[in-house]
C-alpha cells in the first residue's frame, strides 16, 4: 500500500428541528422507533457518493460524509415527529494511510444503527487498492421526556408528583422513553431510581395482582368454547406476565394474568 497522508475527518454535526409538543402522547415512543427504523433504511438506500479524490489521496473527505449524511435525514425524517435530531461524525485514525480512490461509499454495518454511539462504514470501490474503514458516530435525538425530581425506592409506586416533564436525549440509553405519564404513574420501581433521570421502560414494572400461592382464577379458551376453574400461583403475577398454575387436579398450565387478575389460558 503507498505511503500517503491520510484523510482526516472534521468534527462534524447535524441537526433537524422540530417543534415539541406540550404534552407528549403514546405516538412519541412509536415515532422514535419509526425515526430508527426509516433513518437505517435511508442508509441502506442512499447511493454511492463519488469522491473527487483519485489524484489526490489527501483530499477531504468530510463534506462528502457530511452531504450524504444530510441527504439521508433530510429525505427521510418522518413528518411531525417530536425530536430534534444531531448527528457527529468522528475522524479516521490518524495512523491510517489510505491510498488513492475514485469513488467512495458510505455504509451502515451489518448489526448497526444509526442510534446513540455507533459506526460509519466508508470503503473504495474504484481505486487500484480497495480499502475499508469505520468512523465513530454518535447520534442524538432529544425529545420530551419525564425526569425523576427526587430518589424511588426499589418496589416502591410511582407518583405524578416524582418526575416533571423535560427534554432529554432519547438515544442516550437503549431502553425506550416513556413519554406518557400513563405509561409510568403507579407502576413500581424496578430498580433504585435517582433524581436526574428520564423515565424508561427498564426501570419500572406492573404492580403484582397476587402472591405465590394465592387462589387465582383459570379460563380456558378454545375454539368456541370458555371453561372456567381455579388454581394455585406458582409465583406472583402482574398484568400481561405469563405464570405457571398449578390446578386442582395436579396438572400444571402457563396463561397470561390479565388486568382484573384472571389467568388467561389458550388450549
Known amino acids: 500500500m503507498p505511503s500517503t497522508p491520510s484523510p482526516r475527518f472534521p468534527s462534524l454535526s447535524f441537526a433537524a428541528l422540530h417543534p415539541v409538543p406540550a404534552r407528549p402522547a403514546r405516538s412519541a415512543l412509536r415515532g422514535a422507533v419509526a425515526a430508527a427504523v426509516l433513518l437505517g433504511a435511508a442508509l441502506c438506500s442512499v447511493g454511492s457518493a463519488r469522491a473527487q479524490a483519485a489524484a489526490d489521496p489527501a483530499a477531504d473527505l468530510g463534506p462528502l460524509t457530511q452531504r450524504w449524511l444530510d441527504d439521508a435525514l433530510t429525505r427521510n425524517q418522518p413528518a411531525g415527529l417530536p425530536l430534534r435530531m444531531e448527528v457527529s461524525v468522528g475522524s479516521l485514525d490518524s495512523r491510517l494511510r489510505l491510498a488513492p480512490c475514485a469513488r467512495v461509499e458510505p455504509y451502515l454495518p451489518v448489526g448497526s444503527r444509526l442510534w446513540g454511539r455507533t459506526r460509519l462504514g466508508l470503503r473504495c470501490v474504484e481505486g487500484q487498492t480497495a480499502w475499508n474503514v469505520y468512523l465513530p458516530v454518535t447520534v442524538k435525538a432529544f425529545g420530551p421526556a419525564w425526569v425523576l425530581t427526587s430518589a424511588v425506592a426499589p418496589g416502591a409506586v410511582l407518583t405524578a408528583a416524582d418526575a416533571t ?76 406476565q405469563i405464570v405457571r398454575i398449578r390446578m386442582d387436579n395436579g396438572r400444571i398450565v402457563s396463561g397470561t394474568v390479565s388486568e382484573n387478575g384472571t389467568i388467561d389460558v389458550t388450549l
Open 165 to 240: 416533564e423535560a427534554e432529554v436525549d432519547w438515544a442516550a440509553e437503549t431502553a425506550p422513553v416513556m413519554a406518557n405519564p400513563d405509561l409510568w404513574v403507579g407502576q413500581i420501581a424496578a430498580r433504585q431510581l435517582v433524581p436526574g433521570q428520564a423515565l424508561r421502560q427498564s426501570m419500572v414494572r406492573a404492580p403484582n395482582l397476587f402472591r405465590a400461592g394465592a387462589q387465582v382464577k383459570v379460563v380456558a379458551q378454545g375454539p368456541g368454547y370458555a371453561v372456567t376453574s381455579a388454581g394455585q400461583a406458582m409465583s406472583a403475577g402482574s398484568v400481561g
